[in-house]
């Protein structure tokens, strides 16, 4: 019984200890938290200061617990780190929200975190024009990793004579650049092509599509992409299909030209096996990263057609598109084969003999001085 108390009371003095201790050692927020715009189309530097009293906390280090979101957005995305001022990527058409913490660990709190409040600080760029007003079916494309192509339509309420302008921005530029190459329908720009972008490959590409009409204000359009999720490779090159052995088709092919770099294909394959009976359907044999692959002969069929494509694989992106199908086609069939083999002799000798009959008897008629006939007669 008196051993129960002891513990009882030890557990509840060691509780108290360490309660007691955190309760002591409290920590201020940071201050100041700002979130600026430093016109990159979409990142944002956010900045704080140290608390107030941080000089007193000796033995101790301070970090601060840093989450931004766009408004909307379930997740914060959370950064933990000594720094005072980050620059992120946010979604310009909607709020920016930030937070940030102070913690506070080491021999002043005994090795116990311990957390501030949070402050918080919200940004929005204003947003001019009505919603409807911004343009429709922005898509982009990074062919052959070369030049990525954007395009658009107008929006809805796009009065007569507007004009819009794309601006781009990623690490690495000073500031954001316009495009300098539109694509018009009828004078009005509805896309553009960006050349040289290869030092925005694996980076965020900001991108912003605003416009301007005479008397109307137009919403701007944001979009961050990856190019590497925007690539669409070219198709592939050479398909090859021969009969290795009697049982199975090789098929082989060679990646695309172009900046693609190979090793970050994949390719998928597909065959329309004729069976004779109803159209043949196109099935996926596979999808490989290797260029070449074996199909074993189905059993009577007569393989028609073979055709390979290609996309970035998950090795160097998250998505991508499908390039156009390369087609080969031919016909072959263990079947056919035997029965060629047979008829064909057949036919010949049959034709031969039909000529030579023929020939021998014009000679009769034609050649009585009795001249040589030609040995073979196209057989
Ligand atoms: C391509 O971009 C780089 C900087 O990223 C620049 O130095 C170079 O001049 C550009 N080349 C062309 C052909 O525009
Ligand atoms: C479009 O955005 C760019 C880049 O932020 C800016 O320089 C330009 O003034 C804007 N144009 C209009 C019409 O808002
Ligand atoms: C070969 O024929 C049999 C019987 O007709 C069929 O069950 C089988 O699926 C066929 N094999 C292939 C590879 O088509």
Redo the contacts with the bound molecule.
Sequence with gaps: MAHQRICVFAVILVWGCLASSSYHTSVAPPQDLQITDPGLLGSLDVEWKPPLNVQTFNECTVKYKFEYRNAGDRDWKVIFTRKLKFRVGFDLSRTAEAKVQTLLEGRCTDDVEVQSEWIHATFQVPLQGKLESEVKDFHCIYHDWEYLKCTWQPGLLAPRGVHYGLYYWYE??DHAEQCDDYIQDHGINIGCML??L??AEYKDLTICVNGSAAATLLRPLYVTVRLQNLAKPSPPEGLVVSVSGSEELRVTWSPPGGETPPQCLEYELQLAEDRGDAKAAWESVSTQMETAFTIPRANQSRVSCVRVRGRTNNFCADQGFWSEWTQECFSVSRKEDKQLFILVPVILSFSCSLIIFMLIGQCKKRSPAGKPLPSSVGC
């Design positions: 690495g530029l050349q040289n290869s030092q």
